[in-house]
């Protein structure tokens, strides 16, 4: 947003130089990127007279002009431009001038053999137009010609300073001349002096069907305005100024009051030729037949800025009898645009909603200042207050008559005022801090006058101020606490003094993010590296047994392969081993912990997860294999991650599983943690690896995070406990069982522990073999055991009872028998 200085100063009384006010308001939330001195552009031009224009000898496209500046002696400059002639006023750069919009410095020349002190300036040499045909003749531009040698500068406007400022997406009222004047009148304590409202204009029915009506409704508002008979013109020197000011082009009269009008309040206009829409129809224009609609596919659309686009379902268009006129809220359409011959319109006022203009901004690429409005959501009810301002321009300076108007809009109940607690402010404020260091609360007064300065209605009451915010702010005005932040960013965040909180309470990690921490360390201890992926992706994953209708989708995607929120942390990793393996490398060994979204689950979706890949050979090993990359096998990799869930000493066990898409069903195991599912590990499934062309040794795990940290911050997990040696001796039994090829060690393991109890101290599996001895469809399991009691010596007999209670147990459970 450009603001021109003086403007803003006719709208606020405040003196304070552009380098302070600049500082102010970057501090108070407008950054301030640039400060421009438009007088710079016409420094050292002054206003000339040709008192006479001769051929030049040696060139033929080329005059010598005696130009006399106010005096004593003329000048004579040799000037290129077809219109130059005797009796006209020009504005001439004077000999050390340096014009910026052409880098040029005048300087003493000669010219095909004739000297030249000076030059006479075209509109596009002070930087007033992209191009000119010819010099700028004073005589046909301005009303009355002021004495020579005088300034040309301020008759053009470029006697001002244009403060150029970052608009944050919450201000939408930054984007106009009376928002940025109250937001200074907040800051300097100046008084505001808005011009009077126009006159309002009295409004019919929109006579449209339900249908369209509906369509208009989810917008807010959607009115015209009838005009008849005006003259369409250059617009007065003021009107250009202002506009050239603000960086926007002057086209003609009725287009550059739309554009000041949208300066003035934030709200964009578009006029219609009425007559051209009456072409339209073949009979008389008729507001029964306009509409709002999406676009249609392929639907050919040329703006008035004459780029031709192809509309898509996302564009939401103005169509008049059934011809897209306008993109809503973006540009008009070539069709129904005003220029010269144009004696009758309809001025649109409209209120559209931010994401539909936005997505139909981006669905033909355009970026506009009417889009760049819309965007951030405007005040509905400021819409027709800036088409009043409109109609009174019109008929002022197009002589235009009005005719009617007629409008729609959805109804909606008033906004309540908002309870400020003075308690409430001081408390997270605090005391300000005055000239003399000493502290104190913020008087009511000042709070009263910044709150009013932006345009806010107060009544006291008990507690504080019942405070009515104005439609200008109320995007971003809507609790108690966004007035507080208010007050304390326009007093100044620096006044306020510095309480440390008390009672002073040392802070620490929770038992969680301690063990999250831990997670982390030890895994990148095992020779993981941690990644940070993109929460974003495409509609549809690649990997297999994806459901779609699990991706969340976002309501203003930028692309559509960042249009929803991932699922699973899998397919960033697999892309990256693709990745690294194609770059050279020998392996790549990596873990992402970070949220995945759910659209379908009930608990809102969002769960905190960890996913790793393990491929190929880790390159600090290679010393040990004589430099030749050796792949792990599964139980290697297991045993990676096994090493890092044992630092939080959780209870793992692994179960068979053969249903998850990802992984090769013959090497898959589901994790379980204190009894319940948590995640899987195993080796990636080959015609996944075979697609991201990675090693068959690939493995993948995914686990749930919160579950794992639930289990791992149970009382005294970590606390270390001491068991004093043994002092009696122990007795070590093997014991080798026949059972089907499906029973698990883990379970087998499980229930010898259960059966074995109290004198059972260790088991482990120290065999497993399938073959030719022993049954087809089954194998043989051997497990070591030790009992010990840990205050006399065990008898045979008690070891042969607690054996036979275990193999017991596993032949009742899974049918076992002890191996011949």
């Not at 321009?393 to 108007?405: I, K, N, T, V």
């Not at 004093?724 to 059972?739: G, I, K, Q, W």
């Given at each position: 947003?450009?603001?021109s200085?003086?403007?803003?100063?006719?709208?606020?009384?405040?003196?304070?130089?552009?380098?302070?006010?600049?500082?102010?308001?970057?501090?108070?939330?407008?950054?301030?990127?640039?400060?421009e001195?438009?007088?710079?552009?016409?420094?050292g031009?002054?206003?000339?007279?040709?008192?006479?224009?001769?051929?030049?000898?040696n060139?033929?496209?080329?005059?010598?002009?005696?130009?006399?500046?106010g005096?004593?002696?003329?000048?004579?400059?040799?000037?290129?431009?077809?219109?130059?002639?005797?009796?006209?006023?020009?504005?001439?750069?004077?000999?050390?001038?340096?014009?910026?919009?052409v880098?040029l410095?005048i300087?003493?020349?000669?010219?095909?053999?004739?000297?030249?002190?000076?030059?006479i300036?075209?509109?596009?040499?002070?930087?007033?137009?992209?191009?000119?045909?010819?010099?700028?003749?004073?005589d046909?531009?301005?009303?009355?010609?002021?004495?020579?040698?005088?300034?040309?500068?301020?008759?053009?406007?470029?006697d001002?300073q244009?403060?150029?400022?970052?608009?944050?997406?919450?201000?939408?009222?930054?984007?106009?001349?009376?928002?940025?004047?109250?937001?200074?009148?907040?800051?300097?304590?100046?008084?505001?002096?808005?011009?009077?409202?126009?006159?309002?204009?009295?409004?019919?029915?929109?006579?449209?069907d339900?249908?369209?009506?509906?369509?208009?409704?989810?917008?807010?508002l959607?009115?015209?305005t009838a005009?008849k008979?005006?003259?369409?013109?250059?617009?007065?020197?003021?009107?250009?100024?202002?506009?050239?000011?603000?960086?926007?082009?002057?086209?003609?009269?009725?287009?550059?009051?739309?554009?000041?009008?949208?300066?003035?309040?934030?709200?964009?206009?578009?006029?219609?030729?009425?007559?051209?829409l009456?072409?339209?129809?073949?009979?008389?224009?008729?507001?029964?037949?306009?509409?709002?609609?999406?676009?249609?596919?392929?639907?050919?659309?040329?703006?008035?800025?004459?780029?031709?686009?192809?509309l898509s379902?996302?564009?939401?268009?103005?169509?008049?009898?059934?011809?897209?006129?306008?993109?809503a809220?973006?540009?008009?359409g070539d069709?129904?645009?005003v220029?010269?011959?144009?004696?009758?319109?309809?001025?649109e006022?409209?209120?559209?909603?931010?994401?539909?203009?936005?997505?139909?901004?981006?669905?033909?690429?355009?970026?506009t200042?009417?889009?760049?409005?819309?965007?951030?959501?405007?005040?509905?009810?400021?819409?027709?207050?800036?088409?009043d301002?409109?109609?009174?321009?019109?008929?002022?300076?197009?002589?235009?008559?009005?005719?009617?108007?007629?409008?729609?809009?959805?109804q909606?109940?008033?906004?309540?005022?908002?309870?400020?607690?003075?308690?409430?402010?001081?408390?997270?404020?605090?005391?300000?801090?005055?000239?003399?260091?000493?502290?104190?609360?913020?008087?009511?007064?000042?709070?009263?006058?910044?709150?009013s300065?932006?345009?806010?209605?107060?009544?006291?009451?008990?507690?504080?101020?019942?405070?009515?915010?104005?439609?200008?702010?109320?995007?971003?005005?809507?609790?108690?606490?966004?007035?507080i932040?208010?007050?304390?960013r326009?007093?100044?965040?620096?006044?306020?003094?510095?309480?440390?909180?008390?009672?002073?309470?040392?802070?620490?990690?929770?038992?969680?993010?301690?063990?999250?921490?831990?997670?982390?360390?030890?895994?990148?201890?095992?020779?993981?590296?941690?990644?940070?992926?993109?929460?974003?992706?495409?509609?549809?994953?690649?990997r297999?047994?994806?459901d779609?209708?699990?991706?969340?989708?976002?309501?203003?995607?930028?692309?559509?392969?960042?249009?929803?929120?991932?699922?699973s942390?899998v397919?960033?990793?697999?892309?990256?081993?693709?990745?690294?393996?194609?770059?050279?490398?020998?392996?790549f060994?990596?873990?992402?912990?970070?949220?995945?979204?759910?659209?379908?689950?009930?608990?809102?979706?969002?769960?905190?997860?960890?996913?790793?890949?393990?491929?190929?050979?880790?390159?600090?090993?290679?010393?040990?294999?004589?430099?030749?990359?050796?792949?792990?096998?599964?139980?290697?990799?297991?045993?990676?991650?096994?090493?890092?869930?044992?630092?939080?000493?959780?209870?793992?066990?692994?179960?068979?599983?053969?249903?998850?898409?990802?992984?090769?069903?013959?090497?898959?195991?589901?994790?379980?943690?204190?009894?319940?599912?948590?995640?899987?590990?195993?080796?990636?499934?080959?015609?996944?690896?075979?697609?991201?062309?990675l090693?068959?040794?690939?493995?993948?795990?995914?686990?749930?995070?919160?579950?794992?940290?639930?289990?791992?911050?149970?009382r005294?997990?970590?606390?270390?406990?001491?068991?004093?040696?043994?002092?009696v001796?122990?007795?070590?039994?093997?014991?080798?069982?026949v059972?089907?090829?499906?029973?698990?060690s883990?379970?087998?393991?499980?229930?010898?522990?259960?059966?074995?109890?109290?004198?059972?101290?260790?088991a482990?599996?120290?065999?497993r073999?399938?073959?030719?001895?022993?049954?087809?469809?089954?194998?043989?399991?051997?497990?070591?055991?030790?009992?010990?009691?840990?205050?006399?010596?065990?008898?045979?007999?008690?070891?042969?009872?607690?054996?036979?209670?275990?193999?017991?147990?596993l032949?009742?459970?899974?049918?076992?028998?002890?191996?011949a």
């Amino acid at each position: 947003m450009r603001v021109s200085l003086q403007w803003l100063r006719e709208l606020v009384a405040c003196d304070l130089p552009a380098e302070e006010l600049a500082e102010r308001l970057s501090v108070a939330g407008f950054e301030v990127e640039e400060i421009e001195d438009l007088a710079a552009r016409a420094a050292g031009v002054v206003v000339g007279h040709v008192q006479n224009r001769e051929p030049h000898p040696n060139a033929d496209k080329l005059s010598v002009c005696t130009v006399e500046i106010g005096v004593a002696e003329p000048l004579q400059i040799v000037c290129g431009a077809k219109n130059v002639r005797a009796g006209i006023h020009v504005a001439v750069a004077t000999v050390g001038s340096y014009l910026p919009a052409v880098d040029l410095t005048i300087k003493p020349a000669e010219l095909r053999g004739v000297a030249s002190s000076g030059m006479i300036c075209s509109l596009s040499e002070l930087g007033l137009a992209d191009s000119s045909d010819g010099i700028v003749i004073l005589d046909e531009v301005l009303k009355s010609v002021p004495a020579l040698g005088a300034p040309v500068g301020p008759l053009f406007g470029l006697d001002d300073q244009v403060l150029e400022l970052a608009i944050t997406a919450n201000r939408p009222d930054g984007l106009s001349m009376q928002g940025i004047a109250r937001e200074v009148a907040a800051l300097s304590g100046g008084a505001l002096t808005l011009p009077a409202a126009a006159p309002a204009i009295e409004a019919k029915a929109l006579p449209v069907d339900a249908a369209v009506q509906e369509r208009i409704e989810s917008g807010g508002l959607f009115s015209l305005t009838a005009f008849k008979g005006l003259r369409v013109a250059p617009s007065p020197q003021w009107l250009q100024s202002r506009l050239e000011g603000a960086g926007l082009r002057p086209i003609n009269n009725v287009v550059d009051i739309t554009n000041l009008v949208m300066l003035e309040f934030g709200q964009p206009l578009h006029a219609f030729d009425a007559a051209k829409l009456a072409a339209l129809s073949g009979g008389q224009a008729d507001p029964a037949r306009l509409d709002l609609r999406s676009g249609r596919p392929a639907e050919a659309f040329k703006a008035l800025d004459a780029s031709e686009h192809s509309l898509s379902e996302e564009a939401w268009v103005v169509s008049y009898a059934d011809q897209a006129v306008a993109l809503a809220g973006v540009i008009g359409g070539d069709n129904s645009c005003v220029d010269d011959s144009t004696t009758s319109i309809w001025l649109e006022a409209a209120m559209f909603a931010p994401q539909t203009v936005r997505r139909s901004a981006r669905s033909v690429g355009l970026r506009t200042d009417a889009s760049s409005r819309f965007e951030k959501g405007l005040p509905r009810e400021v819409t027709l207050t800036a088409a009043d301002r409109a109609a009174q321009l019109l008929q002022e300076l197009c002589g235009a008559e009005l005719e009617e108007r007629w409008c729609h809009e959805r109804q909606e109940a008033a906004r309540p005022a908002l309870s400020l607690r003075s308690d409430a402010l001081h408390n997270l404020l605090g005391p300000v801090v005055d000239a003399d260091g000493q502290e104190a609360d913020l008087p009511d007064t000042e709070i009263e006058q910044i709150l009013s300065a932006l345009g806010c209605s107060l009544s006291p009451d008990d507690d504080g101020w019942q405070v009515q915010v104005p439609p200008s702010r109320a995007m971003d005005l809507q609790r108690e606490v966004d007035l507080i932040e208010e007050v304390a960013r326009l007093v100044g965040y620096d006044r306020f003094a510095s309480h440390l909180p008390d009672p002073i309470e040392p802070g620490g990690l929770s038992d969680e993010q301690q063990a999250e921490r831990r997670l982390r360390r030890m895994l990148v201890a095992a020779g993981l590296q941690e990644t940070c992926s993109l929460s974003l992706g495409p509609a549809q994953s690649e990997r297999p047994g994806a459901d779609p209708a699990k991706r969340v989708a976002l309501a203003n995607p930028l692309l559509a392969d960042y249009s929803h929120l991932r699922d699973s942390l899998v397919d960033e990793l697999l892309q990256a081993a693709q990745r690294n393996l194609q770059a050279g490398r020998n392996g790549f060994w990596a873990f992402e912990l970070g949220n995945v979204f759910d659209a379908t689950a009930k608990d809102g979706g969002q769960r905190l997860q960890l996913a790793g890949v393990i491929c190929g050979a880790r390159q600090a090993e290679l010393w040990s294999s004589s430099g030749k990359p050796r792949t792990l096998d599964y139980f290697e990799a297991r045993g990676v991650l096994q090493q890092t869930l044992e630092s939080l000493k959780l209870p793992v066990e692994d179960r068979r599983l053969s249903d998850e898409p990802l992984l090769h069903p013959g090497r898959a195991a589901q994790v379980v943690v204190e009894g319940r599912p948590a995640g899987w590990f195993g080796q990636v499934h080959p015609e996944l690896a075979e697609r991201y062309d990675l090693p068959a040794a690939t493995y993948l795990f995914q686990l749930d995070v919160p579950q794992l940290l639930g289990a791992a911050t149970r009382r005294n997990r970590w606390q270390p406990a001491f068991t004093a040696f043994a002092t009696v001796p122990a007795s070590e039994r093997d014991l080798a069982l026949v059972v089907p090829s499906s029973t698990a060690s883990g379970q087998l393991l499980q229930a010898i522990r259960k059966a074995g109890k109290p004198l059972l101290e260790q088991a482990e599996l120290v065999d497993r073999y399938e073959g030719e001895q022993v049954a087809a469809g089954s194998c043989s399991q051997a497990f070591r055991l030790r009992y010990r009691d840990p205050k006399r010596t065990l008898t045979d007999a008690e070891v042969d009872g607690a054996h036979d209670r275990i193999r017991a147990a596993l032949e009742k459970q899974f049918g076992a028998q002890l191996r011949a």
